[in-house]
Nanobody
């Protein structure tokens, strides 16, 4: 099966930046979408950003628009999330995910087939 590994999390001061990476190991035969979700303690997992295989479709949660940028390198099976102007409310475990169907409704976590183990992002005030 496909394995996803996130990296790049850490502790930063409010206003700082982090760059998350998620690499998929194992061969994926389809053209797949990738996305980022996050989950804070006591809250449900929420959509952050997603990008289709070709990069034609990119979506962001309203809470991160203008601050976060999603990108991908298909040769490396890797998706990135550049996070700028971080706020304490961005504190969460960040998960990447793969949608084998490269389909619509990419803001819905139910469409994703594989998930990473998560990386912790903590933003201090």
């Amino acid at each position: 099966q496909v394995q996803l590994g996130e990296s790049g999390g850490g502790v930063v001061q409010a206003g700082g930046s982090l760059r998350l990476s998620c690499a998929a190991s194992g061969r994926i035969l389809s053209k797949y979408a990738m996305g980022w979700f996050r989950q804070a303690p006591g809250k449900e997992r929420e959509f952050v950003a997603t990008i289709s295989w070709s990069g034609t479709w990119i979506y962001y949660a309203d809470s991160v628009k203008g601050r976060f940028t999603i990108s991908r390198d298909n040769a490396k099976n890797t998706v990135y999330l550049q996070m700028n102007t971080l706020k304490p409310e961005d504190t969460a475990v960040y998960y990447c995910a793969v949608d084998i169907n490269n389909g619509l409704r990419l803001r819905n976590p139910d469409v994703y087939d594989y998930w990473g183990q998560g990386t912790q992002v903590t933003v201090s005030s």
